[in-house]
């Protein structure tokens, strides 16, 4: 999970309509005596308008088409959806209110279901002081929760075991250029002109920035990538002896 920011500008489809679409689901809700009860055809043909394109691409976007809570890919986690972070079925005035929408991939929407987090809090991405350094941690391919929500977060959205494959695909790939990092770091010490340092200096760059492209916010599980990397003693010394060999050259 990483920090993401929701568009200021609420699509505009949502200002002409969303009182009357509320005003609509409120009233079936009173005609059947709870939302439990509004029959399947107008339900769904009540709440249709969430899905409308102009707030769907504002909203996908906004989280670089991942699953807002487990970073998933639509292809790796099933179709990206809009979550309603305050459930519809039980907060019913905030079905179509912009700041309740959240992307999320199938896999965790259905996890979370109708899980109330005004009872029980879970982490919400867009939340303006959220901060995943402060509420996780990796032991190899499992996340930890350091604090309570962290760890309701993880419960709740199903993320306890269903991320050890896709991560530890990743530690594999990392670990492949790890060791192609370390082995250009090995060559640098073998050359013997500043031509050959050089070129070897730029085979070192390159290997560095094959690695931090898995920290890019728009690359699936950024945030377990960003953690490992950072966290590694061969990363961490090829940035300094790089930047230490560059300003010898110079």
């Known amino acids: 999970m990483i920090k993401l920011e929701k568009p200021i500008d609420i699509p505009q489809i949502l200002i002409d309509k969303q009182k009357e679409w509320t005003d609509h689901l409120l009233q079936l809700v009173n005609k059947y005596g709870s939302y439990k009860s509004i029959p399947k055809d107008e339900k769904d043909s009540a709440l249709k308008y969430y899905r409308h394109k102009d707030i769907t691409e504002p909203l996908f976007n906004s989280s670089y088409e991942k699953c807002a809570f487990c970073e998933g890919m639509p292809k790796d986690s099933g ?39 005004g ?21 190899l391919a499992r996340l930890k929760g350091k604090t ?59 290997s560095i920035d094959r690695i931090e492209y898995l920290m890019k916010p728009t690359e699936k599980y950024s945030y377990f990538c960003t953690f490992m990397i950072t966290n590694s003693s061969v990363y961490l010394s090829a940035k300094e002896l790089l930047k230490e060999e560059y300003e010898e050259v110079s």
């Open 119 to 139: 009872c029980e809090p879970i982490l919400n991405p867009y939340d303006s002081d959220f901060d995943p350094i402060i509420h996780f941690e990796f032991n």
């Open 79 to 117: 179709n990206i959806e809009v979550e309603h972070f305050y459930p519809k079925s039980i907060y019913h005035d905030k079905a179509f209110e912009w700041l309740n929408f959240l992307p999320s991939c199938r896999k965790c929407n259905d996890a979370k279901g109708n899980h109330d987090v």
């Open 148 to 206: 309570d929500i962290a760890k309701n977060t993880i419960e709740v959205c199903g993320l306890k075991s269903r991320l050890y494959d896709p991560y530890s695909k990743l530690i594999k790939v990392f670990c492949e250029y790890e060791q192609d990092l370390d082995e250009a770091i090995e060559e640098l010490a073998k050359k013997d002109t500043e031509r050959k340092k050089l070129n070897q200096l730029r085979k070192i760059s390159e």
